[in-house]
């Protein structure tokens, strides 16, 4: 018998084909990338075993126009990665996104090869100002223009996108404050409105610098110049006159919540200067806590209408409208608020009827047992709260102290031997005219140390000494 050894190669053949882990990938390349930017892509994998039918080689598909190549760099493991160089500047606005196709051959006879799809964005980057629709807006209004309509949308673009693109709408430093102060613009829209405190009759043309500015980082910006000429007419709108018995500002008054119904708040006053009905004025007030009665044709006091609480609500926006009885009727507008001041109404509240708290005997005077808490809504003195222990005749010898801030600890060394449960009431009170208080119980538990030997009962010392008498006798007995 003879045994032969045969060993058998089994030759690879190309019957596999690259594949990549996707068939598409998208990818970012910013604006203001430079030249030469690189961005790497997805390796294809070709489970082929010889050099030839596993070695992969990439190409791209694209146009002439479109400004990337490829770039292939061997990784440590000996694996070829490709990337996608950039090979001019980009501009999103002209183009924002690329379609590419990349491809895996291999280096079988016939070769094999595999596709990936790669979408390019371009991100946007704030390199676009805004531009105004015109570089100078030359407008005439009419003296009778209602106060809640537009005189002019300012209308500015920008190429860029996101918040490149998001634009706003801002005086401009060139224009006086002294004529900013009778126009309104909308930031967000444009719109350019008149104030309420517009009066055609102290200027016959305005000018103004609007500034429209993007958000991007830094933020770009441009200026438009607006010319406002003012065409008189007969009939003007009212004017509305304000005079606040306790004011904060020209728009703002005080009112205390303890105000009764009718309390005297405003004088207000209104002026048109027309002739007939354009000069008959009528004002309302629609509000549930304020309303007008009227002292004369063109006068009114402002009253309150119903009760106030500050806990409630603190804060109130009013508007007082007159309009005449021209025609077209011309109508204005007063917007002010009205701040509820606090009046000390409220009694402080503990937060719990009882407070319970646990501490060992025999501590240090000072060892801190516990808080109590209180509430009070009121501001000021008002809201301001001191704590204190209710003394009594039954609460001399309590070992406790309480701070005004509501802290509790011990006055004296505690025995629990001697007492385990001590039981007291506190007081809160605010520092409002007049004071205002509410009162809790408190209970503390002291537990117990180890801090006493045992000690005998049974038999106590008199016993001892008699039992050792009697015994002293007996001997003495025996011996006779």
């Known amino acids: 018998m003879k045994i032969l050894r045969i060993k058998i190669l089994i030759e690879d053949i190309n019957d596999h084909s690259p594949e990549f882990p996707k068939n598409e990938v998208q990818i970012e390349f910013l604006e203001s990338h430079l030249q030469g930017t690189k961005i790497s892509l997805l390796n294809a994998i070709d489970q082929d075993i010889s050099i030839q039918n596993s070695q992969i080689t990439y190409m791209i598909k694209k146009s002439k126009r479109e400004p990337f190549s490829l770039s292939v760099e061997k990784r440590y493991d000996g694996v070829f990665i490709p990337a996608l160089v950039l090979g001019d500047k980009l501009d999103r606005e002209l183009k924002d996104s690329y379609m590419l196709t990349l491809e895996a051959k291999d280096g079988g006879n016939p ?5 990936l799809k790669v979408h390019i964005s371009v991100t946007d980057v704030n390199d676009n100002t805004p531009v105004f629709s015109q570089k100078l807006y030359n407008i005439s209004i009419s003296n009778s223009h209602q106060r809640h309509l537009p005189i002019l949308t300012l209308k500015a673009t920008d190429q860029d996108s996101g918040h490149n693109g998001k634009i706003s ?13 009778y126009f309104v613009l909308d930031k967000k829209t444009g719109d350019l409105f008149l104030h309420d405190n517009f009066h055609f009759s102290k200027k016959q ?17 441009s200026v438009t110049k607006v010319q406002i000429h003012i065409i008189n007419n007969q009939n003007t709108a009212p004017l509305i006159n304000i005079d606040f018995v306790s004011p904060l500002s020209e728009s703002s008054a005080a009112v ?10 405003a004088y207000v006053m209104v002026t048109d200067t027309d002739s007939g009905p354009n000069g008959e004025v009528i004002c309302d007030l629609k509000h549930d806590k304020f309303k007008l009665a009227k002292i004369d044709s063109k006068e009114y006091k402002m009253i309150v209408k119903g009760h106030l609480d500050r806990e409630i609500r603190d804060h109130y ?10 025609s077209p009727q011309l109508e204005s507008k007063k917007y002010f608020s009205v701040k509820v001041t606090d009046v000390n109404d409220v009694e402080p509240h503990f937060t719990k009827e009882t407070f319970q708290f646990l501490t060992y005997e025999n501590q240090k005077v000072d060892f801190p047992i516990g808080f109590i808490n209180a509430t009070d809504p009121d501001l000021g003195d008002g809201g301001q709260l001191t704590y204190s222990i209710i003394n009594d005749n039954n609460n001399d010898n309590i070992p406790f102290q309480l701070t005004k801030y509501g802290f509790i600890s011990t006055s004296q060394p505690i025995d629990r031997e001697m ?62």
């Open 111 to 115: 070769p094999k090869t595999a596709t």
């Open 169 to 181: 709408y801002h005086f401009n430093h060139k224009t006086s404050r002294n004529i900013q102060k």
């Open 205 to 221: 043309s305005y000018k103004l610098f609007i500034e429209a500015q993007d958000e991007g980082n830094p933020p770009l910006s």
């Open 256 to 265: 205390s919540e303890d105000s009764e119904v009718d309390s005297f708040i």
């Open 317 to 326: 926006k009013v508007s007082i409208v007159c309009h005449d009885m021209g």
């Open 419 to 480: 007492k385990d449960i001590y039981k007291f009431k506190v007081l809160v009170k605010d520092n409002g005219t007049p004071s205002l208080n509410d009162t809790a119980n408190i209970v503390i538990e002291i537990l117990d140390k180890n801090d006493n030997a045992p000690y005998f009962t049974f038999p106590n010392n008199d016993l001892t000494i008699s039992m050792s008498t009697t015994i002293h006798t007996v001997r003495r007995t025996s011996q006779f």
